[in-house]
């Protein structure tokens, strides 16, 4: 069974920085895209950030400039780091990775657990 585990949220003051992980763990499947959201008490999931098997990356309006994404093939982990913090980041951030088991064509999207990041003074 496939499995994401994210790791490396916690409590930040604003203008912070923190860096998220996710690991994929598991074994013969194949990984497309790799991407980042996140919800927050009371709102609707939003896409923070995704990447490609070929490295392009595409953002929300309101983190431009303050995250990047990044991935590492050869472990199957994606990272999202966070730069520049604000109050208004403070969300549980889930991770996501569509692939293909081998000798299955479909893509699927599989979903970590969540991580808390708390932006706060």
């Known amino acids: 069974q496939v499995q994401l585990v994210e790791s490396g949220g916690g409590l930040v003051q604003p203008g912070g920085s923190l860096r998220l992980s996710c690991a994929t763990s598991?074994?013969?499947?194949?990984?497309?895209?790799m991407g980042w959201h996140r919800q927050a008490p009371g709102k609707q999931r939003e896409l923070v950030a995704g990447?490609?098997?070929?490295?392009?990356?595409n953002y929300v309006d309101s983190v431009k400039g303050r995250f990047t994404i990044s991935r590492d093939n050869a472990k199957n982990t994606v990272y999202l780091q966070m730069n520049s913090l604000k109050p208004e980041d403070t969300a549980v951030y889930y991770c996501?990775?569509?692939?293909?088991?081998?000798?299955?064509?479909?893509?699927?999207?599989?979903w970590g657990q969540g991580t808390q990041v708390t932006v706060s003074s």
């Open positions: 996501n990775a569509d692939l293909s088991l081998y000798g299955d064509y479909v893509r699927r999207k599989y």
């Open positions: 598991g074994s013969n499947f194949s990984i497309y895209t």
């Open positions: 990447i490609t098997s070929g490295g392009n990356t």
